[in-house]
């Protein structure tokens, strides 16, 4: 039984309503007009308690009528005939109305505020709605009225009859009524019970001593209005949301007066006219706004909502209306419109029966919007009708704060500093955001209520919920997604693909990017992310039900657990496309719309929740000025070692993330547009990248269609792999294994390289059958040598090497293109030692592979395409060098060929081939040289001009000849191959010879220039130097390019047979020059006699030091063969001498030891006569 304390109304009323549902003959009514009391007699008890007694003498009925009148017929009682209210009717109301007593009561109530009523009107207006509420004979006319509404609706046909429980039954469930009298009824009686809060059953018990406390009013008759007393329960209102809110100074209303306070707000909300204060405090609102809406199920409360924060709007009328949607907000049931939208759905998805909560809880609109959301989002129907509402009532959460009591509490702090004045139009939320996301002070309690809010209202489902951002981004979505229809979840995907680009507003960015702070930090916010990907992050990453929250998992948890295995590596469990689902591994679907996710929260760190936790100090720390897009990541990226270890681990592996899915890096992708659609578009197609659209742009860095944010943003991504191998996606995964095997403990990524490159180096010079890195590992290690050849800050060891230098010699020169390297070589002569020492090594490993000489290979890409197509890699350079003087040779090519040999006749170490050619031959004539020298540092070509007097001496070995007679004509025809030369001459070439270097030609014009002013050479050294080359030239005519051209068709005609080499061809020359019947050419003829003039010159200067010398310049003559046969001649001549002038010798030998032998004779008989004489002394004695 609907007893009063349950349904806290009571019989609310029961009129003459007879009249009203009648037809035009009341006397055809007469069954109800009998059921009907003599209302006379009704207004004469009633005014028997009335102090005035001129009222009950007024209020006699007349025979025959009944007290409403409604209808036409009869002489009933008619409160326009009475004479405390005749005036004031005939002054306010229209005449027409005049015989219908509920009308007249309806225009008495609604009077404008500006007039007045007398006061023995209001007390017979008063007595006259008491009587018709307490009498229960007027039961029988509802029961009359609604005869086939009462048999539809089961609870009220089983009310007892006689106490008034009927007609409050038929109050609650009036919206189920659809009979259209008695519905009638039963609004007219409503609005009568509504203008007191007295004539509601229970209420003035239940409430009296809130009345009394919160001051809202008095009970006394005559001290208020008495048919006005809504202000009361306005007032009542007010002190129920101050408690919710817990303002200062609020008082705690009793438990039983807040259930009849929101039974009073749920019975009046179908029609605005019951809520007595808001209908005085909008009614010229409503003439305003709503003029053409019809009153009834709420349509003018919704009007006026959405009217809330016009500027037109009265501030009295705003600050009612916000206190019914506080009262919305606190039981749903007080919006007629959403409660019969939304019963079905609500019974449904038992969303009011949950016994682990709270009743109060359940009837909160926040409830009910999360249960039929979580339904919504589970793919579940919810009618069109209740999600309408539910639409326009998360609009409504979101447009004004202070309808959520949690805002209001935690938040209010921050809302007094930084977002006073911002009421209006979702202005203080979205500030609130600003707040948490940009400062990152805000109280956590707040930031719950605001991440709570963001769930309730679920903007991401539909952008339109967010009024501040749908009017910030109208012009984009026009523009940027006008082919999304409006209200599509695809419609924040869709700004945010243009977040930071042309067509994005500075006002759009912002309110965009508040929004999507709050978003990612829930997973379920995002409707397309949700429904791809709840079966998999409630299977792999324990994640709950829409509607369920977890106090234990930090916020971006699910979304991080996600993309995590979005990004399996084969290590960790992925498998092939063709292979069943793995329990590891994400759905297509799912990985898919993580991966879009990821690509555009990449654009703000701080839509990363995980690192923009651990790495909160260290972005203050490092990173406070960056304000720009994408700056504080690659800010974190640059300062990577000096992070904490949390904030490096997770920019780490974000930065691991991006190796393998280059797209997640938004900006630098829409930079890189253009060269990708020309060169790179087939690769950015592929749903999996891998890594293979980084290496594309890489490699079209410099392209034409390459810009300078692409370059630069893609030049910083390659400085940021170099600190961890594992930022390559593809060298990791190529060179993991072999890492772990070769190169334990090291991390940075040119160690690695290095690492693993010294050991093929090592393995192939020792020809090893099974070299120790795996092929697939050595093909990408190649990718990665070439890639840090393009730029010096790509090798951290040489660009600290040369930092200074490079401030010093290279300030101007961009980075890039090798350009930096470039200048440090060109300078290489006023480098520090160890800059130097760095660079000579990194030309040395640049000789031994070409392919490593950035600058090179760039300029000479065509060149190496049309003549060294099939050459090998290591022999690119020798195959450019032998087609460098080709017609179709590029000038540019051949001008960085020319450069590349210069550095190579510098030092033999710099040319591979000539140093395994002369292997044997440098340290067997060449040693003092090498005791001399320093590592790094070099020769200045002083051992290959040793060589070069050996091949004239020709001692060499055929292969280290070879390589030398190639050297030597090269040389020959540029003066600049020749360091020595070139170092010698320095002031002597610019003195003498300054027109040929002018002309450029690199035919010989200048070595033959100083040839023809030896005479004039002052600098020993020089002269020295062109000596030896006048000596070189003996030995082969290939090495004297001017005689060799002025000589060609005479070599042809007269020497064809003759190999070259050895100087064969020159003698072969002389030999025809000496020949008179031979006839050579004119200019081959002169060259030929300047040449001999030159020789003999240079031996008068510098004659041979020695035997060894002299038969060196005898035997490397072109007139060897006349020399040693004159020589031979000499010889015999002198022989036939010899025997001559040995018989004449032997002859006067003989005749002297036959003179000298008679002598002695003589002498013996001399010395015998003397021994006989006395006086004889011995001659040796005399001595």
């Given at each position: 039984m ?6 806290q ?6 009129a ?6 009648s037809t035009?003959?009341?006397k ?8 009907v ?15 005035d007694?001129r009222?009950?003498?007024?209020s006699?009925?007349?025979?025959g ?5 409604g ?6 009682w008619?409160l326009s005939?009475?004479q405390?209210c ?7 109301c229209?005449k027409?109305?005049w ?7 309806e225009c008495l109530q609604?009077?404008?505020?500006d007039?007045?009523?007398s ?14 509420t ?13 005869k086939?509404s ?14 008034g429980y009927?007609?409050s039954?038929?109050v ?6 659809t009979?259209y ?7 007219k009686?409503?609005s009568i ?16 001593d809130?009345?009394?406390?919160l001051?809202?009013g ?10 006005s ?5 306005a007032?009542?209102?007010k002190?129920?949301v ?9 008082y705690?209303?009793?438990?039983e007066?807040?259930k009849?306070?929101m039974r009073?707000?749920?019975l ?8 007595r204060?808001l ?11 709503c003029?053409?809406t019809?009153?009834?199920?709420g349509r003018?409360?919704k ?6 924060f ?10 009612a209306?916000s206190?019914?949607q506080?009262?919305i907000?606190?039981?749903y049931?007080v919006?007629y ?10 019974r ?6 949950d ?9 909160k ?7 039929l ?9 919810v009618s069109g009708?209740?999600?309408g509402?539910m639409?326009d ?5 979101m447009?004004?704060y202070?309808l ?11 809302i ?19 707040v948490?996301?940009d400062?990152g002070?805000m109280?956590?309690m707040c930031?719950?209520?605001l ?12 952008y339109?919920i967010?009024r501040?951002?749908n ?5 984009v979505i026009?523009t940027?997604c006008?082919h999304?229809?409006?209200?599509d ?24 990017l508040?929004l999507q702070?709050?978003i990612?930090r ?14 998999d992050?409630a299977?792999?990453?324990h994640a709950?039900?829409w509607?369920?929250?977890?106090e234990?998992?930090?916020?971006g948890?699910v979304?991080?657990?996600?993309y ?22 994400l ?7 993580v991966?879009?996710?990821l690509?555009q ?11 923009q936790?651990r ?8 990173c406070?000025e960056?304000t ?5 990541l690659e ?9 904490g ?22 900006l630098?992708?829409r ?5 990708i ?5 087939e690769?950015?197609d592929n749903?999996?990248?891998?890594g ?8 079209n ?7 300078e944010?692409?370059?630069?943003g893609v030049?910083?991504?390659q ?6 191998f594992r ?5 990791k995964?190529?060179c993991?294994e ?15 390289v ?10 192939t010079l020792q020809?090893?059958?099974d ?14 040598e070439?890639?840090?050849?393009e ?22 020169v ?8 470039e200048?440090?070589k ?7 030692q160890?800059?130097?020492q ?8 640049e000789?031994?592979?070409p392919e ?5 290979m760039?300029?000479c890409?065509?060149?190496?395409r049309?003549?060294?197509?099939e050459?090998d890699?290591?022999?690119m350079l020798?195959?450019?060098k032998?087609?460098k ?5 590029d ?13 190579q006749n510098?030092d033999?170490?710099l ?7 002369c ?10 040289i ?8 070099e020769?200045e070509g002083q051992?290959?001009s040793?060589?070069?007097?050996k091949?004239?001496?020709q ?15 090269e040389?020959a025809l540029?003066?600049r191959l020749d ?5 010698q001459?320095?002031e002597?070439i ?5 027109e040929?270097v002018?002309?450029q ?6 070595e033959?220039?100083?040839?023809v002013n ?6 020993e050294?020089?002269k020295k ?6 000596k070189?030239?003996k030995?082969?005519?290939f090495?004297?390019?001017?005689l060799h ?12 047979a003759?190999?070259?080499?050895r ?7 002389m030999?025809?020059?000496q020949?008179k ?6 200019e081959c003829?002169k060259?030929l006699?300047d040449?001999i ?10 004659p041979a030091?020695?035997f060894g010398?002299?038969a060196?310049?005898v035997?490397s ?11 031979g001649?000499?010889?015999?001549l002198?022989?036939?001498?010899g025997?001559l ?7 006067v ?9 008679g002598d002695?004779?003589t002498v ?6 003397a021994?006989?004489?006395k006086?004889y002394?011995p001659?040796?004695q005399s001595?």
């Amino acid at each position: 039984m609907a007893a009063c304390g349950r349904v806290q109304l009571p019989l609310l009323f029961v009129a003459l309503s007879a009249l009203i549902c009648s037809t035009e003959g009341a006397k055809s009514q007469g069954g109800v007009n009998d059921n009907v009391a003599d209302t006379g007699e009704i207004i004469k008890s009633g005014g028997a308690a009335l102090q005035d007694g001129r009222l009950a003498a007024a209020s006699q009925p007349r025979r025959g009528g009944g007290v409403g009148g409604g209808g036409g017929g009869g002489g009933g009682w008619r409160l326009s005939e009475e004479q405390a209210c005749r005036e004031d009717i005939t002054r306010l109301c229209p005449k027409h109305s005049w015989s219908n007593n509920l009308a007249v009561l309806e225009c008495l109530q609604d009077r404008k505020e500006d007039t007045e009523i007398s006061a023995d009107c209001n007390h017979l207006l008063w007595n006259y709605k008491l009587n018709l509420t307490k009498d229960p004979k007027f039961e029988s006319v509802a029961v009359e009225v609604c005869k086939s509404s009462i048999s539809e609706i089961k609870e009220c046909a089983a009310e007892e009859r006689g106490k008034g429980y009927l007609v409050s039954c038929l109050v609650d469930h009036r919206v189920n009524i659809t009979e259209y009298q008695c519905s009638q009824y039963i609004t007219k009686m409503t609005s009568i019970i509504f203008s007191n809060y007295r004539f509601i059953c229970g209420f003035m018990e239940k409430c009296m001593d809130d009345i009394n406390t919160l001051r809202c009013g008095s009970v006394n008759i005559g001290e208020k209005d008495l048919h006005s007393q809504g202000e009361v329960v306005a007032c009542l209102e007010k002190g129920l949301v101050s408690e919710v809110e817990e303002q200062p100074g609020h008082y705690t209303i009793r438990e039983e007066c807040k259930k009849a306070i929101m039974r009073v707000a749920e019975l009046s909300s179908d029609d605005f006219h019951l809520d007595r204060h808001l209908y005085f405090a909008c009614r010229d609102d409503r003439e305003r706004f709503c003029e053409n809406t019809a009153a009834g199920e709420g349509r003018v409360y919704k009007c006026l909502f959405n009217h809330k924060f016009e500027d037109t709007m009265s501030g009295k009328c705003r600050e009612a209306l916000s206190t019914r949607q506080k009262l919305i907000a606190q039981d749903y049931k007080v919006s007629y419109s959403l409660a019969k939208a939304c019963k079905q759905d609500l019974r449904k998805y038992r969303c009011s029966v949950d016994t682990t909560l709270p009743r109060a809880r359940e009837a909160k609109l926040s409830y009910l919007l999360l249960c039929l959301e979580s339904a919504v989002h589970r793919g579940r129907t919810v009618s069109g009708e209740c999600q309408g509402e539910m639409l326009d009532y998360r609009r409504m959460l979101m447009e004004d704060y202070s309808l959520s009591p949690e805002i209001v509490l935690h938040c209010r702090g921050e809302i007094d500093t930084h977002c006073s004045g911002l009421h209006h139009k979702g202005r203080t939320l979205h500030c609130l955001m600003r707040v948490s996301r940009d400062k990152g002070i805000m109280d956590n309690m707040c930031q719950k209520a605001l991440q709570t809010l963001i769930q309730e209202t679920d903007p991401g489902a539909d952008y339109r919920i967010d009024r501040a951002l749908n009017e910030a981004c109208e012009s984009v979505i026009q523009t940027a997604c006008k082919h999304i229809r409006s209200g599509d979840p695809m419609i924040l995907s869709c700004l945010m693909e243009h977040l930071y680009t042309d067509k994005m507003v500075e006002d759009c960015e912002h309110r965009l990017l508040e929004l999507q702070y709050f978003i990612s930090r829930d997973w379920k916010l995002d409707p397309i992310l949700y429904r791809k990907c709840q079966n998999d992050a409630a299977r792999i990453c324990h994640a709950h039900a829409w509607n369920e929250t977890s106090e234990f998992m930090p916020p971006g948890a699910v979304f991080s657990c996600l993309y995590r295995h979005a990004y399996r590596t084969e290590e960790q469990g992925r498998r092939d496309s063709s292979e069943p689902q793995s329990d590891g591994l994400l759905s297509r679907d799912c990985k898919t719309e993580v991966q879009r996710i990821l690509h555009q929260r990449a654009l703000d760190v701080k839509l990363d929740p995980d690192l923009q936790r651990r790495c909160m100090t260290d972005l203050g720390k490092w990173c406070s000025e960056k304000t720009e897009p994408g700056q504080e990541l690659e800010c974190l990226q640059d300062h990577l070692e000096d992070l904490g270890s949390e904030c490096r681990d997770v920019v780490g592996n974000l930065t691991e993330l991006e190796s393998e899915d280059i797209q997640i890096e938004a900006l630098l992708i829409r930079a890189c547009e253009p060269v990708i659609q020309s060169h790179c578009h087939e690769v950015a197609d592929n749903q999996i990248d891998t890594g293979d659209l980084m290496e594309c742009l890489i490699l079209n860095k410099h392209q034409k269609e390459m810009n300078e944010k692409c370059a630069v943003g893609v030049t910083h991504f390659q400085l940021i792999q170099m600190k961890d191998f594992r930022f390559s996606y593809k060298f990791k995964m190529a060179c993991k294994e072999d890492v772990l095997k070769l190169c334990p403990n090291i991390k940075k990524k040119v160690d690695v390289v290095i690492c693993l490159s010294t050991t093929v180096r090592n393995d192939t010079l020792q020809e090893v059958k099974d070299q120790r890195v795996s092929m697939k590992c050595r093909r990408q290690l190649r990718v990665e040598e070439l890639e840090m050849s393009e730029d010096i800050r790509l090798d951290p060891d040489l660009y600290e090497s040369c930092r200074q230098d490079i401030k010093d010699h290279c300030q101007n020169v961009l980075f890039g293109n090798a350009q930096v390297i470039e200048c440090l070589k060109e300078s290489k002569k006023h480098l520090t030692q160890r800059c130097h020492q760095k660079i000579f090594k990194l030309q040395e490993n640049e000789m031994i592979d070409p392919e490593l000489d950035f600058q090179l290979m760039r300029v000479c890409k065509q060149m190496i395409r049309r003549f060294c197509s099939e050459s090998d890699s290591k022999n690119m350079l020798q195959c450019l060098k032998q087609n460098k003087n080709s017609e179709l040779m590029d000038p540019k090519c051949k001008q960085m060929i020319t450069k590349r040999q210069i550095t190579q006749n510098t030092d033999y170490r710099l040319n591979p081939v000539l140093r395994k050619a002369c292997k044997a031959d440098i340290p067997k004539f060449c040693q003092p040289i090498l005791n001399k020298a320093k590592d790094d540092n070099e020769l200045e070509g002083q051992v290959i001009s040793c060589l070069k007097l050996k091949y004239a001496d020709q001692r060499l070995s055929p292969d280290c000849e070879d390589q030398i007679r190639v050297i030597l004509q090269e040389s020959a025809l540029d003066y600049r191959l020749d360091p020595q030369l070139q170092m010698q001459c320095t002031e002597e070439i610019p003195r003498l010879c300054a027109e040929e270097v002018a002309a450029q030609e690199q035919t010989g014009q200048v070595e033959e220039c100083l040839k023809v002013n030896l005479l004039k050479i002052k600098h020993e050294g020089c002269k020295k130097e062109v000596l030896n080359i006048l000596k070189e030239s003996k030995a082969d005519i290939f090495v004297d390019p001017v005689l060799h051209t002025a000589c060609a068709l005479d070599i042809k005609h007269q020497c064809a047979a003759i190999p070259p080499g050895r100087g064969r061809q020159m003698s072969c020359l002389m030999e025809a020059l000496q020949d008179k019947r031979v006839r050579l050419q004119p200019e081959c003829k002169k060259r030929l006699q300047d040449r001999i003039d030159m020789w003999s010159y240079a031996a008068k200067v510098a004659p041979a030091e020695g035997f060894g010398d002299l038969a060196t310049q005898v035997l490397s003559s072109p007139a060897k063969s006349y020399i040693l046969t004159m020589m031979g001649m000499c010889v015999v001549l002198l022989f036939l001498m010899g025997l001559l002038c040995g018989r004449i010798t032997k002859r006067v030998t003989q005749e002297l030891k036959d003179r000298k032998l008679g002598d002695r004779c003589t002498v013996n008989g001399l010395f015998s006569q003397a021994r006989n004489r006395k006086d004889y002394t011995p001659l040796d004695q005399s001595y």
